[in-house]
């Protein structure tokens, strides 16, 4: 069975910090995402990571992919109050293209001013 | 990329009755995913719904509960039926965005069982 385990859980940190989140398997996946959610609103794609040791960077937000393409992490750097969220990873689940995603318990991260 | 739009947003409904949440997609999709999630948690699958077949349901979740209607590709109903307290919960809907490898989502229905 697919599992994609997140750390830490629960993160509170002041503004101008930085942190980082990790997303573990013991599976190969062909492709992660990550997704942030706000309350209220349903999770809005941030990035897709493809290919191992990939490395992508939006904004202050660095996303990577593991060599083996087991893990994925996502480090903020100089965090604001407007990245307090949920932020969950994802994967297709399964071989087969049956569209379906897999989804991290998530990680909740306050940042206060 | 798709905008789905969901309705209702929120409800409150009496234990036994049934709420039909709604989603909308701005483009044609082949496939929709509709999700269950308690705040501030992950979400949990409970069927893909195609356009002309049956819906696919994950293991726990029951078409007699959770009825769903895809009667076009833009298009997707989710009835969660004879409701009880522990259906309270934030229901979303989801379809792929075309050639981008991730997920649109609707805004949510958070449907409160009293």
């Known amino acids: 069975t697919q599992l994609l385990e997140q750390s830490p859980q629960f993160l509170s940190i002041q503004e101008g910090e930085n942190l980082t989140v990790y997303c573990n398997s013991s599976s190969v996946f062909s492709s992660l995402q990550w997704y942030r959610q706000e309350p209220g609103e349903g999770p809005v794609l941030l990035v897709t990571v493809v290919t191992g040791g990939e490395v992508k960077k939006l904004k202050r937000l660095t996303f990577q992919f593991g060599d083996a393409r087991k893990d994925s992490s996502l480090h903020i750097t100089a965090a604001q109050t407007g990245d307090t969220g949920l932020y969950l990873c994802?994967?297709?689940?399964?071989?087969?293209?049956?569209?379906?995603?897999?989804f991290g318990q998530g990680t909740t991260l306050q940042v206060k001013p | 990329s798709a905008v789905i739009s969901q309705k209702p947003s929120r409800d409150i409904c009496q234990r036994g009755t049934s709420l039909t949440i709604q989603c909308q997609v701005d483009s044609q999709v082949t496939m929709m995913f509709w999700y269950r999630q308690q705040p501030g948690q992950s979400l949990t699958l409970i069927a893909t719904a195609n356009q002309g077949s049956e819906a696919t349901y994950e293991s726990g979740f029951v078409i007699d509960k959770f009825p769903i209607s895809r009667p076009n590709l833009t298009f997707s109903t989710l009835t969660v039926s004879n409701l009880s307290p522990e259906d309270s919960s934030i229901y979303l809907c989801?379809?792929?965005?075309?050639?981008?490898?991730?997920?649109?989502f609707g805004s949510g229905t958070r449907l409160t069982v009293v």
């Open positions: 989801s379809a792929e965005i075309t050639g981008n490898y991730g997920y649109t």
């Open positions: 994802a994967g297709p689940s399964g071989s087969s293209n049956t569209g379906k995603l897999i």
